[in-house]
Every structure is written in C-alpha cells, then in structure tokens.
C-alpha cells in the first residue's frame, strides 16, 4: 500500500509540474479576508473546546484560528498559551535543536524595503564568499561545535545553483579533528523545477523561501523591482520543488508587513495546500519579525508592527494549528523574548549568529554589514547552558536527513507524535558530543545532569540501554552515533 501510495503521489507531482500551478489555488485572499472579517473571539465553552480539540494535536482549522485570534483577555490568553505548552511538549518534548546562519552572500539586485541587503542600499560594502573563505568560516563553526547549518544566499547571478552547489560541497569537505557539519539547509531566491534538479544531489537538507508577505498588494509595495517582486514565481515555488525531490520544505511570513492575523491564517492556508496536494507538510516554519537595518525604510518603521504579546500569540497559534512542524526562531528575537516563545512552541533556534558575509571570521564585523538588528548576542555556549538551566535538552541531530527519514517519511513520524521517540536519543548523543569536545566547563557539568534526566524519559527499555551504551561509546572516543 506504502508504495501505491508514493507512486501516486509521484505522479500527481510531476502533473503538477507540466500543467503549471496559478497562486490563487494556494492562497484564496478572498476567502482568507472574509473568515478574518467573520471572526469573533470564542465565548468561554467554546474557547474550551476549542483547545480540546487543539490538545489532540490534530491541528486547527483556518476558521477555528480566526476565532482563537481574536481573543484578548489576559486569562484566555493565557489558557492559549497552556495548551500551545502542552502541544509542544507532547510532540517534541524539552528538545531544542540549534544551528548556525552562514551568510555566502550579501549581493542582490531585489529592492525589497524591509532589508538591509537591498538593491539600494549604497552604503553597505558588497561581498561574495569564495569556497575557500566558506571553509574558513565553517572551519571557525566546527571549532565551536555546530553541526547544522543554514547557507543564505542574495539573488544575485553569481548566487546560482552552481554556486549553491559549490558551497555545499565546501562545507562537506571541511573537518576538523572529530567535528564537521553534517546537515546543511538553504535560505535562498526560489528556483526553477530544472535547478531544484541539480541542486537535490548535493545532499541539502531543507530549502527554505519565506513568502515575507502573503498580502499581494502588501508584497508588490515591499518588492517595487527586481525578481523577487513576482509574487506568484515566489509563491508556487514548492510545486518545483517537491517533484525535483526536495521534500523537506520551510516557510515563513516576515512579521510587521502586513497584519499578523491575516497572515497567519494566510502561512496555515500555504500548509494546509502542501499537504493536502502533496501528503507532506512544511518541514519548518520561521517566525521572523520586522527588526531595524541600514537603509531600509521599512525595517525602521514597520508598516504593520506586532508587540511582544501578538508575538508570542503568533507562535502559540501556529503550534496548535500546525503542531508537527518544526518552529524556528533567529536571534532577530532577545534572549527573554526566545526563552518564552520555546515554551509557546519554538523548536529550533540559531545561537551565534553572524548576519554578513564572513561574519564569523571577522571578529569586529561592522554592525551596519548586518542584514537586520541581532537582538539575542550570546555565544553558542552561553546558550546552551542557559537552555540546561532551563531544563531543556541541546540537540544537534541531523539523523532523520542521513536516515532517509524526510517528506513523506518524516511526516509519517511526525504527525502522530511518533517522532520524539526518535529524536530524543538523537539528541541525547549529539548534546554528549559537544559536551565531550566544546563545552565550557560550567555546560558541561550542567549538560550531564540534564543527559542523566532526560535519559529516564526514554520508556523503551531496549532503547534506552542502546542509547546508554552509545553513551558509553562516545565517551571511548567514537563520534556521530545515531538511530
């Protein structure tokens, strides 16, 4: 059945792909305006069932988030974020995976008016990294103990798929010592059926295109020129993807464009159309909102800005709609900010980040060089011992990519909950790697204590025993164990 069931899919896929896909069978702005326009906050018994149903972790409808968005009082609110807790809990547990930014490139030739990279932008000094100055900085990413990364790239003609290509193989091929980056995603321009092609045999991870805005009048506003003001070319590129073979995929909306509640409930009608035209779901969603950058006019003074609260009502809403996608979080967000917005639903972060091209080796990067304002500084390490004195657990896993387990497979896993039952001693061994080569000593002695304490949530006796002998493994000097 499994395999009636994927060569279907496959070929629904390629369909898509010959007959082309129109931007209004995805988002229906229409619709989305009229269930907002409808909406009203839930009185008390259906509040409650509706975070009943939420509880189930089968996810929310566009409807049912439209009621949940408009409720204000502090109290309910509250009872929102107690079930986005119990959600996230139940689906990923006290896990938070970590990774790095490499910027490859801040040479682009869209105009977008909220980014300090833009076209316009004379000020800022304009810089390629060759694969040689990519080894060096991966080289300086290894040495701190990172095993995941994301290569972001400008849309510029030298950032090509070629080019893509190039740098990933440029990660791969660095080592040092025990340590290398064993996944590797991309944030870069959406590309065509052809490119995704060449691009899926370099072993990349997920493919990351935030649509920054789902309003069109709001996105031509934000994209006066360039390639990027195409809105449906940017919109429709997962229906090039998937059937290229990349089935691992992120979104995002940037926050503070255009109102948060249309575009929430515009960001779940872009889910909600993957897995239902493709049977796989979006591998993450990102989160970012509006932070100030040089020259750029809406960065500095957002059109539609979201407060702290609305914030963290975003990603308690996306938890209970969309509960098996991954949530990322950048260190555009304070570290308070983040330590709540993890108990909302937040799974992944970035920590260290260096937001320029060649940010890591330069260790006095011009603040100005930033694609926007970091708002959390902290070293890797710092974070890491903050998440063990919060009770969290550091993972670094990258076993379900290596393991085949993405797209179909992973959604498999993840949509029942299924998939903490892998990911928890994945991640437990990744966290005793870092402790064993890069930790601080203060991490280190907090990092065991918090391995000692999630090791008793693994049930599976079997499991945990393999997991402890792995354990013991890591400790005699073998590296990058996993299930």
């Known amino acids: 059945m499994r395999g009636r069931r994927t060569g279907i899919a496959i070929a629904r896929k390629t369909q898509m792909v010959e007959q082309g896909v129109v931007a209004e069978q995805i988002i229906d702005e229409a619709a989305v305006s009229d269930t907002l326009g409808a909406a009203q906050a839930p009185e008390a018994a259906r509040l409650d069932e509706l975070l009943a149903k939420a509880r189930e972790c089968?996810?929310?409808?566009?409807?049912?988030?439209?009621?949940?968005?408009?409720?204000?009082?502090?109290?309910?609110?509250?009872?929102?974020?107690?079930?986005?807790?119990?959600?996230?809990?139940?689906?990923?547990?006290?896990?938070?995976?970590?990774?790095?930014?490499?910027?490859?490139?801040?040479?682009?030739?869209?105009?977008?008016?909220?980014?300090?990279?833009?076209r316009d932008n004379r000020e800022l000094e304009r810089r390629t990294l060759s694969p040689d100055e990519i080894g060096a900085e991966v080289r300086w990413l290894i040495?701190?103990?990172?095993?995941?990364?994301?290569?972001?790239?400008?849309?510029?003609?030298?950032?090509?798929?070629?080019?893509?290509?190039?740098?990933?193989?440029?990660?791969?091929?660095?080592?040092?010592?025990?340590?290398?980056?064993?996944?590797?995603?991309?944030?870069?321009?959406?590309?065509?059926?052809?490119?995704?092609?060449?691009?899926?045999?370099?072993?990349?991870?997920t493919f990351q295109v935030f649509q920054e805005t789902y309003h069109r009048a709001t996105y031509q506003q934000a994209h006066p020129s360039g390639p990027k003001a195409n809105y449906d070319w940017r919109?429709?590129?997962?229906?090039?993807?998937?059937?290229?073979?990349?089935?691992?995929?992120?979104?995002?909306?940037?926050?503070?464009?255009?109102?948060?509640?249309?575009?929430?409930?515009?960001?779940?009608?872009?889910?909600?159309?993957?897995?239902?035209?493709?049977?796989?779901?979006?591998h993450t969603i990102s989160v970012p909102r509006l932070e100030p950058a040089l020259n750029a006019p809406w960065a500095n003074d957002p059109p539609a800005p979201v407060s702290d609260d609305e914030f963290k009502r975003i990603v308690a809403l996306i938890r209970l709609a969309v509960p098996y996608t991954g949530m990322i979080l950048s260190t555009r967000e304070t570290a308070d900010m983040r330590r709540e917005c993890m108990r909302l639903g937040i799974s992944q972060i970035s920590a260290g980040s260096r937001t320029s091209p060649g940010g890591y080796t330069d260790h006095h990067p011009d603040e100005d060089e930033r694609q926007f304002t970091i708002g959390d500084g902290r070293s890797l390490d710092e974070v890491m011992h903050d998440l063990c004195l919060m009770g969290y657990l550091p993972s670094f896993c990258t076993a379900c990519y290596r393991a085949g387990r993405t797209g179909e497979d992973f959604m498999a896993l993840a949509k029942p909950g299924k998939i903490h039952q892998m990911c928890l001693p994945n991640a437990l061994l990744t966290f005793k790697e870092y402790l064993l080569d890069y930790a601080s000593p203060a991490t280190r002695e907090a990092g065991e204590r918090i391995i000692r304490g999630h090791l008793q949530d693994i049930r599976r006796a079997s499991l945990k025993e393999q997991t402890e002998a792995r354990l013991q493994r890591l400790e005699a000097g073998e590296r990058d164990l996993y299930f």
């Open 235 to 282: 919109l429709t590129v997962w229906d090039r993807c998937f059937p290229a073979g990349t089935d691992d995929m992120g979104l995002g909306v940037l926050f503070g464009l255009h109102d948060w509640r249309w575009e929430l409930l515009a960001l779940l009608d872009h889910a909600a159309y993957l897995d239902r035209t493709y049977g796989v779901g979006p």
């Open 143 to 205: 040495d701190h103990g990172y095993k995941r990364l994301l290569l972001v790239f400008g849309e510029y003609h030298c950032n090509d798929v070629h080019a893509m290509v190039r740098a990933v193989e440029a990660v791969y091929e660095t080592r040092r010592g025990p340590g290398a980056i064993r996944r590797v995603n991309i944030n870069a321009a959406p590309l065509s059926y052809e490119d995704f092609c060449v691009l899926k045999p370099a072993g990349i991870g």
């Open 58 to 118: 089968q996810g929310l409808t566009r409807d049912e988030v439209a009621e949940l968005a408009q409720v204000e009082a502090p109290d309910e609110v509250e009872a929102i974020f107690e079930a986005a807790r119990e959600v996230k809990s139940r689906i990923y547990g006290e896990r938070v995976v970590l990774f790095a930014p490499l910027y490859v490139s801040n040479e682009c030739v869209g105009n977008c008016l909220y980014c300090g990279y833009r």
